[in-house]
């Protein structure tokens, strides 16, 4: 599975948008962009994927670069709740849920 | 709906001993993975059960086995432990294993060896 790289940590706004970037410049044709969250002394929450198109859910939307090489996650309108370390991952289908997070972003937003 | 849950929260062992995780998964789910966090780090896959058969393993020592059973819960056995065994262990649970399936994880067990 490629390789990505994250910011170590970032801040933002309560009530603006979080704009998280990853970068994953080793993709390949068939690996998916997958996102994931987790919250001070709980289990990851599953946020996103996607493959090349863009995009959005409940949770946030998720913008693939044309080359594929860099992602970003938004979340619209950011809370308190939404403080908590955001994994990139990128990966095949082939290995179903066999998931390697790396250190993540972590994510804290401010009132 | 129950979700992911596991006993026992917290652990403390010395080093040598052998312990045993256990993770009940979601009603429905019949695949249990398991992920080893070290502090500071994100979660890595140690390996993965669909029904009562490993389906999949990361780069973790045979000593690192585990079990599911025909309800679907699930163990983790990890034998002569190690200081560098201290760590988060989380298991997830999802319907499948074929493409992605959404896995749930449950809130971890906390392995502290002294």
């Known amino acids: 599975d490629a390789k990505t790289t994250q910011p170590p940590s970032m801040d933002c706004a309560e009530g603006r948008a979080a704009n998280l970037p990853c970068n994953h410049s080793?993709?390949?044709?068939?690996?998916?962009v997958y996102w994931y969250r987790q919250i001070h002394s709980q289990g990851p929450q599953y946020i996103i994927h996607?493959?090349?198109n863009n995009e959005t859910n409940e949770m946030a939307s998720l913008i693939i670069t044309e080359d594929r090489k860099s992602s970003t996650l938004i979340l619209p309108h950011a809370t308190l709740r939404d403080t908590a370390v955001y994994y990139c991952?990128?990966?095949?289908?082939?290995?179903?849920?066999?998931?390697?997070f790396g250190t993540g972003t972590s994510l804290t937003v401010i009132p | 709906e129950t979700g992911v849950t596991q006993s026992p929260t917290h652990l403390i062992k010395t080093r040598g001993q052998q312990v045993t995780l256990r993770c009940s998964s979601q009603?429905?789910?019949?695949?249990v993975s398991w992920y080893q966090q070290a502090l500071g780090q994100g979660p890595q896959f140690i390996f993965q059960?669909?029904?009562?058969?490993?389906?999949g393993r990361g780069n973790f020592p045979p000593r690192f086995s585990g079990l599911q059973f025909p309800n679907y819960s699930s163990e983790l056995n990890v034998n002569a432990l190690e200081l560098d065994d201290s760590a988060l262990y989380l298991c997830?649970?999802?319907?499948?294993?074929?493409?992605?399936?959404?896995?749930?994880f449950g809130p971890g067990t906390r392995l502290t060896v002294l």
């Open positions: 997830a649970s999802s319907q499948g294993t074929g493409g992605y399936n959404e896995q749930f």
């Open positions: 080793t993709i390949s044709g068939n690996e998916y």
């Open positions: 996607g493959l090349k």
């Open positions: 991952i990128v990966k095949t289908p082939n290995t179903g849920n066999q998931f390697y």
């Open positions: 009603s429905g789910h019949n695949t």
């Open positions: 059960y669909y029904r009562e058969e490993e389906n």
